[in-house]
């Protein structure tokens, strides 16, 4: 009975003598032969290797390495690939232009080296569909929901301005679910009149006229004066009455002194290694300094926790005049009542980043705890 030929060597060997030997159709050197392949496979690598690497002995005859190096991927297989491809370019909100990178299409191909990857235009016509079917989805699951809505305008780093609207409901297992709804670049002004045209379109636009309970925003004047009625946002409006305290009790000039101290620290790269090396010999924490921003809740507490952590760290850098001249060294040192403030601010300070933190969590309803 005459043995099946499935491995690829045979494209370079053919069985002579009862199938008992077996004959190199390149240089007609014979083997013998019971079951293995395995010497036939070395004769080719060793003798033949032009045939392995891609040459060809005759036009007609295909090399062991076309033979045995093959492998298709079959449309099942590549529509999941293709399918996961979309889904993290989709959730981790990465540039459409991933696929187009030499090291992914090196991965991809090293891990299914049949498949071949879609271009820029395919991977985005899947995308724009896997969003119908997402708002599709999230549209039935709105249908009988009464929603509250929170709203907020902001800006891109590229200083483009957008308008983002997030819908927040209950399921009928009670849990709380979030989407946001739109997000779109505002080319107009940002009036009162404009803003709610906005929200009015897309709330019609996902069919729910109606059903809106609440539009929650911060206290800006025109996003106020675009909703009726008004319902700022609890956390913002703390945000706001602790900076208001701090204008009224002179807390502004420690705030300010801290910060052109911790911005001496990043803009320095002799008094950052410095900073590090002290807090190695102190055995303090290897901890960044916080420079605190108006706009970022809770970061005056951060940055004064973080100061008062750091303060002998800071000082022993200061004091050393191989890192830091002794004109700017008076400048930056803080005085011993603004050290005081910050110690004695320090719990009240915690116990309201607490509260907006709690507030501002996704699974809390910030409007029924006011």
């Not at 392949?37 to 295909?62: E, F, I, K, M």
């Not at 409006?237 to 204008?247: H, I, K, R, W």
């Not at 309201?352 to 933190?357: D, F, G, M, N, S």
């Amino acid at each position: 009975m005459r043995r099946s030929k499935r491995s690829g060597v045979w494209e370079h060997f053919k069985l002579i003598n009862d199938d008992k030997d077996a004959q190199c159709k390149l240089c007609s050197t014979t083997f013998k032969f019971s079951s293995s392949t395995s010497s036939l496979r070395y004769h080719l690598q060793n003798l033949h290797a032009a045939v392995l690497q891609g040459g060809s002995p005759s036009p007609s005859q295909p090399t062991i390495a076309a033979v045995m190096g093959r492998r298709v991927c079959d449309d099942r297989k590549a529509e999941g690939i293709t399918q996961r491809i979309c889904g993290m370019i989709e959730k981790d909100m990465m540039p459409i232009s991933t696929t187009d990178g030499e090291v992914f299409r090196e991965l991809i191909h090293f891990m299914e080296p049949g498949y071949n990857i879609p271009s820029r235009a395919t991977i985005t016509t899947r995308l724009e569909a896997r969003y119908k079917n997402k708002k599709t989805e999230l549209k039935t699951q709105l249908a009988a929901a009464n929603v509250a809505l929170t709203t907020d305008c902001w800006m891109a780093l590229t200083t483009e301005s957008y308008i983002t609207m997030t819908c927040h409901y209950i399921e009928n297992d009670w849990q709380l679910k979030s989407a946001v709804l739109l997000t779109e670049s505002l080319y107009e002004r940002h009036t009162a009149d404009n803003l709610a045209d906005k929200l009015n379109q897309a709330v019609e636009s996902w069919g729910l006229t109606g059903r809106v309970i609440a539009c929650v925003h911060d206290n800006a004047r025109n996003i106020v004066l675009a909703n009726n009625p008004t319902l700022s946002c609890f956390a913002h409006t703390l945000n706001l009455a602790v900076n208001d305290g701090f204008a009224a009790a002179g807390v502004n000039r420690v705030i300010a002194a801290a910060g052109r101290l911790v911005k001496h620290f990043h803009h320095s790269t002799p008094a950052t290694k410095a900073l590090e090396a002290k807090q190695k010999q102190m055995q303090l924490p290897a901890h960044r300094l916080i420079q605190s921003c108006k706009t970022r809740w809770n970061s005056v507490c951060e940055m004064f926790g973080r100061l008062v952590e750091q303060r002998w760290a800071m000082c022993a850098v200061l004091s050393d005049r191989s890192v830091t001249k002794l004109t700017d060294a008076r400048t930056l040192e803080l005085r011993d009542d603004f050290w005081q403030l910050m110690e004695d601010m320090a719990p009240a300070l915690e116990a309201l980043k607490c509260a907006t933190t709690v507030m501002s969590a996704d699974t809390e309803v910030s409007i029924s705890n006011t």
